[in-house]
């Protein structure tokens, strides 16, 4: 498996619910960033969590970090249809490079 | 207004012919990268460069250069493509280093035939 896997692979919400994805990883990191990706576009920067936080806000979008268990979460509260993308964690851990995870696709129906 | 700009946008090409994906920022960014994305494999890092004349391998290096004679500019350079080239591909730029958050341009489309 890779460093920074998201779970689920696909989720579809109606408008209005919340939307929870989930990244694991494997190797120690120094901070976790969360990316949104619409179709077939370039990803846009989200939020960024560092290893000594344990919760980020910053909009509708909650993100919290459980090193012990190496994985965080990205919680989308009030979800709209504009929200439909793709999601991605991305890790640092001290190369030089993020790695990203294979994504979470989000559909939110109208 | 702030921007990673990429051409061509979309590309489609044959085997063995030469080409160039173009690469600008205009946020005086250190740390530029290039990334391939494929269906189930996620974003995989080609080349970075930490600052002009500075380039290293990312995780799929194999048939790729890169040069950084500018700040702004990191062209990509598929100098015999094969068809397993054929990706989106991605230029990625940030302040200082891949630590920090990253500005996507908008993707290149290259097919290889």
């Known amino acids: 498996s890779q460093q920074g896997e998201e779970d689920p692979q696909a989720l579809s919400i109606q408008e209005g619910e919340n939307a929870t994805m989930n990244c694991s990883y494997k190797t120690s990191i120094n901070n976790l960033q969360w990316y949104r990706q619409n179709s077939g576009r370039g990803l846009v920067h989200l939020i960024l969590?560092?290893?000594?936080?344990r919760e980020k806000h910053s909009g509708r979008l909650r993100v919290t970090l459980d090193t012990s268990k190496k994985s965080s979460s990205l919680l989308i509260t009030a979800s709209r249809a504009a929200d439909t993308a793709s999601y991605f964690c991305?890790?640092?851990?001290?190369?030089?490079?993020?790695?990203f995870g294979s994504g979470t696709r989000l559909q939110v129906q109208p | 207004e702030a921007q990673v700009t990429q051409n061509p946008r979309y590309l489609i090409t044959v085997t063995g012919k030469k080409l160039t994906v173009t690469c600008s920022q205009n946020m005086n960014h250190e740390y530029m990268s290039w990334y391939r994305q494929d269906p189930g494999l996620g974003l995989r890092q080609i080349y970075y460069?930490?600052?002009?004349?500075?380039?290293d391998k990312g995780d799929v290096p194999e048939g790729y250069k890169v040069s950084r004679k500018e700040k702004r500019n990191f062209p990509l350079i598929l100098e015999s493509p094969s068809p397993n080239q054929t990706s989106l591909y991605f230029c990625?730029?940030?302040?200082?280093?891949?630590?920090?958050?990253?500005?996507f341009g908008p993707g290149t489309r290259l097919t290889v035939t």
């Open positions: 991305a890790t640092d851990t001290g190369r030089r490079a993020l790695t």
């Open positions: 969590i560092r290893s000594n936080e």
């Open positions: 990625a730029s940030s302040l200082s280093s891949g630590s920090n958050e990253q500005y």
């Open positions: 460069s930490m600052n002009v004349e500075v380039t």
